[in-house]
């Protein structure tokens, strides 16, 4: 079939709703669209393990020690299902990672943030973890059938994230002057970069609307992100803190929340690899990776090995 | 750093007994014992199954898209395969 029918058919099925499957005729754009994409988030999974690692060994209790693992190993998994997501479309695993470690993909930039205190960690399953959890539901409709149903996993398992986030300021919120005074600090240092987390305004965006036309995004970075901010505005007020913006507020004619100018040089800025932990996160990538390299190539060995046993030991021989 | 990949090994999971074992992903591992292993982390860390087999994704083998129309299609003019087909009085019960 010539390449304007084949076009044709694919236009039609993205029309009808119907799931575009890895073996199926696509765009070379739509791929290579997809690849960015879901790579992208595959890394954020696995990058954002980071931060929050750095609170396993100091968490406050058993309960939160427990909890804080699991959501970590999600994290993991989440990198995982996407990865292989993005592999049907056919980029290898090696290629991802190396891309990542030499700086040429890129990660969610929220991870190039600190986490200083225990109250950090319940800033980010509340607002980080509900800023993926608004971007993320639309994806589990995303056109290609790989993507889609990673997403629905995730999905899943990630509003357990956002609820022990929050339950972790909601503590520190009924506790004592110092600890409401943490969870103040940690979501004034939050808010701004998790707006960022939808990334820029939509007459910025520039794989916005080929995206949207194509099914895989279905709503724009402002619609997501002017959502979020009417959902946290009342979240925050239960927790009794105060979200960090003075232009905040309610417009009876559109509904939702006004709110103050993002900096988006801050944003540029630390995607360019400026931010305040850009080298520290890629740094731990890198080692990790090299310093595992034994361990695969142990585990690889020994495949190859039993594999000649096993034929030695065959009745054929 | 060796060039060698692990392969890639496709993932099915039995959600409780008396069911199907469904495809549920991939995954990569050197070998069988190990894409168990990975699979029980990766794909039931909340109880969603009871039983997994792991295959090596290159065993499998599929039908073409191209050819989608005239391997299914076919069936699309046989409606009497299917019970509705059929003309019967409403009278008439346990059938």
Same mark, same amino acid.
């Given at each position: 079939?010539?390449?304007?029918?084949?076009?044709?058919?694919?236009?039609?099925?993205?029309?009808?709703?119907?799931?575009?499957?890895?073996?199926?005729?696509?765009?070379?754009?739509?791929?290579?669209?997809?690849?960015?994409?879901?790579?992208?988030?595959?890394?954020?999974?696995?990058?954002?393990?980071?931060?929050?690692?750095?609170?396993?060994?100091?968490?406050?209790?058993?309960?939160?020690?427990?909890?804080?693992?699991?959501?970590?190993?999600?994290?993991?998994?989440?990198?995982?299902?996407?990865?292989?997501?993005?592999?049907?479309?056919?980029?290898?695993?090696?290629?991802?990672?190396?891309?990542?470690?030499?700086?040429?993909?890129?990660?969610?930039?929220?991870?190039?943030?600190?986490?200083?205190?225990?109250? +950090?960690? &319940?800033? !980010?399953? /509340?607002?980080?973890?509900?800023?993926? *959890?608004?971007?993320?539901? $639309?994806?589990?409709?995303?056109?290609?059938?790989?993507?889609?149903?990673?997403?629905?996993?995730?999905?899943?398992?990630?509003?357990?994230?956002?609820?022990?986030?929050?339950?972790?300021?909601?503590?520190?919120?009924?506790?004592?002057?110092?600890?409401?005074?943490?969870?103040?600090?940690?979501?004034?240092?939050?808010?701004?970069?998790?707006?960022?987390?939808?990334?820029?305004?939509?007459?910025?965006?520039?794989?916005?609307?080929?995206?949207?036309?194509?099914?895989?995004?279905?709503?724009?970075?402002?619609?997501?992100?002017?959502?979020?901010?009417?959902?946290?505005?009342?979240?925050?007020?239960?927790?009794?803190?105060?979200?960090?913006?003075?232009?905040?507020?309610?417009?009876?004619?559109?509904?939702?929340? +006004?709110? &103050?100018? !993002?900096? /988006?040089?801050?944003?540029?800025?630390? *995607?360019?690899?400026?931010? $305040?932990?850009?080298?520290?996160?890629?740094?731990?990538?890198?080692?990790?990776?090299?310093?595992?390299?034994?361990?695969?190539?142990?585990?690889?060995?020994?495949?190859?090995?039993?594999?000649?046993?096993?034929?030695?030991?065959?009745?054929?021989? | 750093?060796?060039?060698?990949?692990?392969?890639?090994?496709?993932?099915?999971?039995?959600?409780?007994?008396?069911?199907?074992?469904?495809?549920?992903?991939?995954?990569?591992?050197?070998?069988?014992?190990?894409?168990?292993?990975?699979?029980?982390?990766?794909?039931?860390?909340?109880?969603?199954?009871?039983?997994?087999?792991?295959?090596?994704?290159?065993?499998?083998?599929?039908?073409?898209?191209?050819?989608?129309?005239?391997?299914?299609?076919?069936?699309?003019?046989?409606?009497?395969?299917?019970?509705?087909?059929?003309?019967?009085?409403?009278?008439?019960?346990?059938?």
């Amino acid at each position: 079939m010539d390449e304007a029918k084949e076009l044709e058919r694919f236009d039609d099925k993205i029309e009808q709703e119907i799931r575009i499957e890895p073996k199926d005729w696509m765009p070379d754009d739509y791929r290579k669209m997809l690849i960015r994409q879901i790579s992208q988030h595959a890394h954020s999974e696995i990058v954002g393990m980071l931060p929050e690692a750095n609170w396993i060994t100091r968490a406050p209790s058993l309960r939160r020690k427990a909890t804080l693992l699991a959501k970590v190993q999600d994290e993991a998994g989440h990198g995982l299902y996407l990865y292989c997501a993005a592999e049907t479309l056919n980029i290898s695993r090696e290629e991802m990672v190396d891309q990542l470690l030499s700086g040429r993909a890129k990660y969610s930039s929220i991870f190039n943030y600190p986490t200083l205190s225990w109250a +950090d960690i &319940g800033a !980010i399953g /509340w607002l980080v973890d509900g800023a993926a *959890i608004m971007n993320q539901v $639309p994806l589990c409709r995303a056109s290609y059938g790989p993507y889609a149903r990673a997403m629905v996993r995730i999905c899943k398992e990630e509003s357990f994230h956002q609820r022990q986030g929050y339950e972790i300021l909601l503590t520190l919120c009924r506790g004592s002057e110092e600890q409401k005074a943490m969870a103040q600090d940690a979501l004034n240092r939050w808010w701004w970069p998790s707006l960022m987390m939808f990334g820029p305004n939509d007459d910025a965006s520039s794989h916005t609307a080929q995206s949207m036309k194509w099914k895989i995004k279905r709503f724009s970075n402002d619609e997501l992100r002017q959502k979020f901010v009417d959902v946290c505005k009342e979240q925050a007020d239960i927790l009794g803190i105060t979200i960090p913006d003075p232009d905040l507020k309610w417009n009876e004619e559109s509904g939702h929340y +006004d709110f &103050g100018k !993002i900096n /988006w040089d801050e944003f540029w800025n630390v *995607i360019k690899g400026n931010g $305040p932990c850009n080298k520290e996160r890629l740094q731990a990538r890198i080692e990790s990776h090299e310093e595992g390299a034994w361990v695969r190539e142990a585990a690889l060995a020994y495949a190859e090995k039993k594999k000649k046993s096993e034929l030695v030991g065959s009745p054929s021989n | 750093m060796s060039n060698q990949s692990e392969p890639l090994w496709e993932v099915f999971i039995r959600s409780k007994q008396g069911l199907d074992h469904k495809h549920v992903g991939s995954l990569h591992a050197a070998d069988a014992k190990m894409a168990i292993e990975n699979a029980r982390d990766v794909y039931t860390r909340r109880m969603e199954g009871v039983s997994i087999w792991v295959v090596e994704s290159k065993y499998i083998h599929a039908t073409n898209p191209d050819e989608t129309e005239s391997l299914f299609d076919p069936a699309n003019d046989k409606v009497y395969r299917h019970p509705t087909f059929y003309d019967l009085p409403d009278e008439l019960k346990y059938m």
